[in-house]
Structures are given as structure tokens and as C-alpha cells.
């Protein structure tokens, strides 16, 4: 069974850091893409961050450039995404995916598989 699990979300002031962790399981996704993805209430699923399949490359938003960083271990089946100065406007669920392309695309349509979210919640 394929799954996906994030973890690593929570409740932070703004300025704040979290690290969300992707966890891997049921195949291997080494040779593809992952991508980082948000939805905020009330609105679409929204394209964050995405790293090629060997890590070579790397895509991030305009809103998160200079403020996240996206990173895989593929010994350790995981995606990072590393959020640091944090805005309450970055408040949303954040959802791992894995492509099947090798390179970074930012459309849902090129993933497809997905994990459930996590929570990510910034106070001002």
C-alpha cells in the first residue's frame, strides 16, 4: 500500500520555523519528482515547493522564495520542507505529492499520489 504521511506541522507565532517531513512507504519514489503543496480555507490547492527526482533542482513559489526550502533523502524515503520566518498568511494544510515526472511541474494534474495533510498555523 502507497502512503504518504506528513508530519511536522503545528502552531507557531510569526517569525517562527517548522520542518515538515514526508514519509515515504509502499514503493519508492527516488525517480520522480515530490512537490510541497497548501490549501487555505476557502481556497484552491495551491503549488509551494518541488525538487526533481535526484534532488538536482529545486522550484519554490513566488510567496515562500527566500523563506522555505524543499530537500529529499532517498535512502530515507523522506521530503523535507524546511519554513522559516513564518507569515500568518502561510497558515493552511501543506500536502506532500509525489509526480510522475522526473522533472518539477507545479499543476496537481502531474501528481498523483498524495498524502492527507498537515496543519500549519501561524498567529500573528
Known amino acids: 500500500q502507497v502512503q504518504l504521511v506528513e508530519s511536522g506541522g503545528g502552531l507557531v507565532q510569526a517569525g517562527g520555523s517548522l520542518r515538515l517531513s514526508c514519509a515515504t512507504s509502499?514503493?519508492?519514489?527516488?525517480?520522480?519528482?515530490m512537490g510541497w503543496f497548501r490549501q487555505a480555507p476557502g481556497k484552491g490547492r495551491e503549488f509551494v515547493a518541488g525538487?526533481?527526482?535526484?534532488?538536482?533542482?529545486?522550484s519554490l513559489s513566488d510567496p515562500v522564495k527566500g523563506r522555505f526550502t524543499i530537500s529529499r533523502d532517498n535512502a530515507k524515503n523522506t521530503v523535507y520542507l524546511q519554513m522559516n520566518s513564518l507569515k500568518p498568511e502561510d497558515t493552511a494544510v501543506y500536502f506532500c505529492?509525489?509526480?510522475?515526472?522526473?522533472?518539477?511541474?507545479?499543476?496537481?494534474?502531474?501528481?498523483?499520489?498524495w498524502g492527507q495533510g498537515t496543519q500549519v498555523t501561524v498567529s500573528s
Open positions: 505529492a509525489a509526480s510522475f515526472m522526473r522533472t518539477i511541474v507545479a499543476a496537481t494534474a502531474y501528481y498523483n499520489y
Open positions: 509502499g514503493r519508492t519514489f527516488s525517480s520522480v519528482a
Open positions: 525538487i526533481s527526482w535526484n534532488g538536482g533542482s529545486t
